[in-house]
């Protein structure tokens, strides 16, 4: 009788089954742990507590037309005004609450600059909101 390394008993094969003991382990923790927790999810304080009734606030701010023709006139509300009255009613509408937003309307033709400037003002005044009217381009 001789010994090979090669032998073919079946105590030395590899196993083939999956082992189910780990998963029904893991399964039994599992079921342990959510029978602990959903006791104290189900558990509130009663507390009495007070009622509060309030409407939606629909107030919507007002807008100003600022418009700059192409000459570089401003229009304050369709009322013509220079550099320095402009400030003024900036500053006078930054006082208002709720703080107005400024609907700038701007000609083709005007030079950036002055747009920037009617912009600068209105930041630097305290009216922070500004809103761009543009008309839409004809078809041709």
Do not use: C
């Amino acid at each position: 009788m001789t010994m090979s390394p090669f032998s073919s008993d079946e105590e030395d094969g590899m196993m083939s089954e999956i082992n189910m003991t780990p998963l029904v382990d893991v399964m039994l923790v599992l079921l342990i742990i959510f029978l602990v927790t959903i006791p104290a999810i189900n558990h509130a304080v009663k507390i009495d507590l007070p009622k509060a009734s309030s409407q939606p606030a629909d107030t919507k701010p007002a807008h100003v037309d600022v418009a700059v023709q192409a000459d570089g006139t401003i229009l304050w509300d369709d009322q013509k005004v220079d550099d320095a009255a402009l400030e003024a009613r900036i500053a006078q509408a930054s006082r208002l609450t709720p703080q107005p937003e400024i609907h700038l309307r701007a000609d083709r033709k005007v030079p950036y600059e002055r747009v920037a400037d009617v912009m600068s003002a209105a930041q630097g005044g305290g009216l922070p909101k500004i809103g761009f009217v543009t008309e839409p381009r004809e078809k041709k």
